[in-house]
Every structure is written in structure tokens, then in C-alpha cells.
């Protein structure tokens, strides 16, 4: 076998397969015989038909076969040797046919179009500035922790009227149907403001005209506070009662050494500035998981846009219309190539950044992270998590896996990438308070 590389320019190249009988015949044979062996055909015993039907029958396929093994092998062992850094995959050239008879063969010539990936220059140091936003944990935000932790930790206990906060029992009852339902409103949740004045004072064995849709948060919400199905809203009435058998109040956990323990683990925490410490670290931890994503994709987003890498686009198009797991027309990949040499710009960035400061994952470190995964698992179930033992089995197991496997690499891969970008550019932290920071990172007000 012999292959020869035909430069068209520095983006292209035609690679030539010349294949001899040497390369093969003798496989040829050898499987034409075993089909001979296996033969069943009227009129002859089993493995006595003769090889001249044998090679009628079954020699073009046998021997297409054979020469597309041979050709595959022959294109990847120069592109391997050669150090080529091709883009896809080899694709034969459409518009040369294949040299040589299949009927009388001899030596064959394939020809295919390779697509070789560009050089270009990536340079990351301190001159580049990013922006790194983080959020400002201020009083503010540290009160309505304490508050939330107080509320989620307290108990239930009756009142007399209604307050902005409570929960308010009793039954719907639609004055047009036979309809009637025992349901809970809550009272932080209600934004309509006529209704919610009409259920302020309120208090038990009172009788409430109000339309549902006034005290639920969507469809599902109100579905489940009538006992009916989604599909049934649309034919239900908005001339609804609802009379009030109960009111119940969430008085707030004291702060004191009592919760401090139940929250944390005995003697952990000891005071309310303890408290408010742990937590503005805890969510500093929290934010700063948000504050690193912002900043990788900001810096991705300004690599692919700076980056200018030649493509070549003419085969990159062929080969993804051949190689497409669903149909798609040229037109559609016409329509999205820009959005496809992004994603391939930062592929080729990704590479390069890996191989060139020699970035690395190991397998125990994939198995690290996985067993982290699984510890979170347990936890979130209220679990505890087996032995270490049984966890490295557990993650073995999950990264034997072929595409869990790849997405936790590339999940390390990127993790580092990350950090490499932390310490390459220069960070201009910006703190910002909560709303601010979503709505600069989100886009959201």
C-alpha cells in the first residue's frame, strides 16, 4: 500500500491510495475459502462448490470489503505517521471514480479530500483585562438569611384573624356547580391586591367571594387547590367561596444555641455573629460556582470572537452533509455554518490550550469527581454515602460507561481550562448586589 499527499493549498490536500494485489489477495482467498466451507448450494455438498461459483457469487463484495479495510487502514496510518491535524474525516473525491476493474483486479487507486486544521496564534497574559463579578453580601441580604433559616425551622400555631403571612384553611364551594374542595391559601403568595385585602381580618367561619385565579400561581397551582385536572380550569367559573375553618401562623425559631445546633452540629456555632459568618461563607461558595461560569464564557466568547482562524469551508460543508446522523439539506448547513466554525474555533482553542500548557485529566482524577457526584447523591436522598471502598467501585462502574465518561472529562477539562484562564489574564473583581448581579449576568431584571 502506498499513499501520496497532494498539497492544494494549506487548508486542502488530496490523499491518493495506491492498493496492490500483494496487499489483498491472499485475505481475499482466504475468505472466499471459508465461504466456500459454509456453502450450501443446490445441486453440490456442503463445502464442495466449486470456487469458481464461489468467486461469481461472492468476489466483488469480498473484495470491496477488503479494499475499503485496507484503504481505512492505509489513510489512518499516514495521517497518524505524517502528524496531520485533519478537520472530520477523509471523504473520497466525487469526482474521480475508483482506478482499476473489479472484474480482472490488479492494482486499485482511491483518491480522497482531506480538510487540515489551521494554524493560528492564541496569546493569553496579564494585558488581558476581564471583568469578574461577584456578589455583594450586605446586611441586607445576611437578615433575610436569618430570617428564612428562623421561618423554616418554626412551627404552625392557630390566630384569630388573618395576617400578610399566614396560611388560611378552608373550603372552595362554586356557587353555579356542586363543585367544593378543602384547600390552603397562602398569603405571601397572593399579588392580587383586591383579594388580599378582602382576606386580611378575616378570620375563622368567615365566607369569602373570590375567584381562585386571584389566590393560585398558574393552572397546576389552581388545579390542585379545586381537586380537578388542568383540562378542567377552562370550564370552571369565577364565582367561587370560600368559607375559612382555620388560620394558621409560622411562628420563627428562636436564634439560639438550640437551633445553632440543630443547623450545624453541637458546640459548631455559637452566636448569631457566628451564625451570619458561616452563612455569608457559605453563600460566598454559593456565588462564586455562578461568578466563575460568567467569567469562563466571557472569556470564551472574546477568544472565538478574536480568534481568526481560515477554514476550509467548502469540504467542512461536504463532509458535514456526509457524515449528518440526521437529514439535513445544504441549505440548512448554509444557514448555521457561522454558528458551527464558532463551536469548531473554540474546539481548536480548547486543544491548543491543552496541549500547549500540557493540561491533563487522569483517571483517578475522573474517578475523584465522579465520587464526589455520588457522595452528593446520597445526600440529596438523606443517605449516607457507602465506604470509600464501595464508592470507588461505584464510580468505576459509572465511568465504564462510555458517555458518562466523556462528559465528566470534559466537565474536568473545562474545570481547568477555567482555572488556567484564572491565573493567565488579569481579574477586575466587581461586587454587586444581588439583583444587579443577575441582571448583568442574565440579562434579567
Not at 395576617?163 to 364551594?173: A, H, K, L, Q, Y
Request: proline share 4%; hydrophobic share 35%; glycine share 4%.
Amino acid at each position: 500500500m502506498n499513499v501520496v499527499e497532494e498539497k492544494i493549498d494549506d487548508l486542502n490536500a488530496i490523499l491518493r491510495v495506491k492498493i496492490t494485489p500483494e496487499d489483498y489477495a491472499e485475505k481475499v482467498d482466504k475468505t472466499l475459502k471459508d465461504y466456500r466451507k459454509q456453502a450450501n448450494l443446490p445441486g453440490f455438498r456442503p463445502g464442495k462448490t466449486p470456487m469458481s461459483l464461489i468467486k461469481k457469487k461472492y468476489g466483488k463484495s469480498v473484495l470491496a470489503e477488503e479494499l475499503n479495510r485496507a484503504v481505512s487502514q492505509s489513510l489512518q496510518e499516514f495521517i497518524t505517521t505524517n502528524n496531520l491535524n485533519v478537520l472530520g474525516n477523509p471523504l473520497p473525491k466525487e469526482d474521480e471514480e475508483v482506478k482499476g476493474d473489479f472484474d480482472n483486479p490488479t492494482e486499485f487507486e482511491f483518491a480522497y479530500e482531506i480538510g487540515l486544521s489551521p494554524e493560528f496564534d492564541l496569546k493569553l497574559s496579564k494585558k488581558n483585562k476581564f471583568e469578574y463579578l461577584t456578589v455583594e453580601i450586605d446586611q441586607e441580604m445576611l437578615d433575610k438569611e436569618v430570617e428564612n433559616l428562623a421561618r423554616r425551622y418554626g412551627s404552625l400555631h392557630p390566630a384569630d384573624a388573618v395576617e400578610e403571612r399566614d396560611m388560611v384553611i378552608g373550603e372552595f364551594s362554586d356557587k353555579d356547580s356542586d363543585l367544593s374542595n378543602n384547600s390552603t391559601i397562602s398569603m405571601e403568595y397572593v399579588e392580587h391586591a383586591a383579594t388580599k385585602k378582602k382576606l386580611m381580618g378575616a378570620k375563622a367561619g368567615d365566607v369569602i367571594a373570590l375567584d381562585p385565579r386571584n389566590v393560585s400561581k398558574g393552572d397546576g397551582d389552581m388545579a390542585s387547590m379545586l381537586g380537578i385536572t388542568e383540562e378542567e380550569i377552562a370550564t370552571v367559573g369565577k364565582k367561587f367561596e370560600f368559607k375559612i375553618s382555620e388560620i394558621k401562623r409560622m411562628v420563627p425559631a428562636a436564634i439560639d444555641q438550640a437551633l445553632f445546633d440543630k443547623l450545624f452540629g453541637e458546640g459548631t456555632i455559637k452566636s448569631e455573629d457566628e451564625l451570619r459568618e458561616r452563612i455569608k461563607s457559605d453563600l460566598t461558595n454559593m456565588f462564586s460556582n455562578d461568578s466563575d461560569r460568567i467569567f469562563n464564557q466571557k472569556v470564551v466568547d472574546e477568544l472565538v470572537e478574536k480568534t481568526k482562524i481560515q477554514f476550509p469551508e467548502a469540504f467542512l460543508k461536504k463532509w458535514i452533509l456526509a457524515t449528518a446522523k440526521e437529514e439535513v439539506t445544504p441549505e440548512q448547513i448554509e444557514a448555521d455554518f457561522d454558528n458551527y466554525k464558532k463551536s469548531l474555533t473554540w474546539q481548536l482553542i480548547q486543544n491548543k490550550i491543552i496541549k500547549e500548557n500540557d493540561i491533563k485529566v487522569e483517571p483517578q482524577d475522573a474517578v475523584n469527581y465522579t465520587k464526589g457526584l455520588l457522595v452528593n447523591q446520597y445526600a440529596q436522598y438523606g443517605m449516607p454515602a457507602p465506604e470509600d471502598a464501595d464508592l470507588e467501585t461505584q464510580a468505576k462502574n459509572v465511568l465504564s460507561n462510555q458517555e458518562e465518561a466523556n462528559r465528566i472529562y470534559d466537565n474536568l477539562y473545562n474545570d481547568k481550562i477555567m482555572r488556567f484562564f484564572k491565573e493567565t489574564v488579569k481579574l477586575n473583581e466587581k461586587a454587586l448586589p444581588y439583583d444587579k448581579f443577575v441582571e448583568q449576568a442574565y440579562g434579567q431584571k
